[in-house]
């Protein structure tokens, strides 16, 4: 049976046996992200939108949404931030966090439990009461899309694909082989051409899920008075070639190797690849978005106040400060604060 990649990665990290059903994150598992980095991260992101709210950029009443939670720490952070750097914001602000993933929500409602933050699973859960602002967030949402992935080759286009012995991947799953196919013969082939015609794309990474998913924030988006959407994701560095990589306890293994040994590797570590920003952006723009800002994580952070969040806690416990100075520095330095960006989109 012939499946096309991005119905293989779908599977791998979201079905019933998927990556995502058993997956652990932080420094002690496969990988780590900004949120399990630093406090700091949640803090700066709060201390962004008061500053918003200050400038009159965003109103109160405000709802804050976080896209694709997992374990809600971010929310739980900005929550608590707010609450310590402002008066009389939290009083007047929601906060929901979008997690569909039944295996993730559990500890999510565990993590929120003190708080007064709801779980929702979808977009169509939340609701904008009149003369609301929205804030919306996410981390390494972008990025953990299922993609398809073509390559230029020899002159002629090539499209990856998954083959099984069996009709049902899932079951099948032991005798999933990756191989490179003719783009005219590939699976969803047509589909994809479409989308890189659009977009103008000839190779790489293909998110066609992303076009669907932009359309329907920015509608939820414009049912409040005004809103923002700021993501953070793995960013293009120099060459824009393939970039599909593996994450398994804190190993990286390149599209090769994910290749040479797909059927041991599937569901067992994580997929992900560099956000094309600048496809994102063309995206939001064509459903009526604006982007505000795009710049590297440690500069934005930097903006945002995450110095000064720092200088506050030297204040009040030097010993903590010690601590998450060098988290932060994890947060600004090379290892993440180079690699990732900021994107911020309104209306």
Known sequence: MEWSFGDVME???????GYYAHAHIGKEGDFYTAVSASRLFGGSIARHIITLLESSQLTLPLHIVEIGAHHGELMCDIYDFLDALSEGVLPHTKCTIIEPLATL?????RNIASRAIAQVGSFDDVALEAGESVFIVSNELFDAFACEIVREQGGHREMLCGFTNGQNLVDSR?????EWRDFAGATNAHKVDSFMRHYGLTSGEIPLGWAEFVSELCAFAKGAK??????????????RGLSLRGY???RVLDLGEIMRDASRLFGRIDLTYNVDFALLGQIFIENGAREIFCDRLNVLLVEFGIAELLQSLLEVSPKQYEIEALRVRQLLGGGLGEKFMGVCFGG
Do not use: I, M, N, V
């Open 11 to 17: 599977q791998w990290l979201y079905g019933e046996l």
């Open 248 to 250: 398994g306890e804190h």
């Open 226 to 239: 005004c809103w923002r959407f700021l993501s953070f994701d793995y960013a293009h560095l120099g060459s």
């Open 105 to 109: 929500q559990a500890q999510a409602r």
């Open 174 to 178: 032991e005798s999933l082989r990756l």
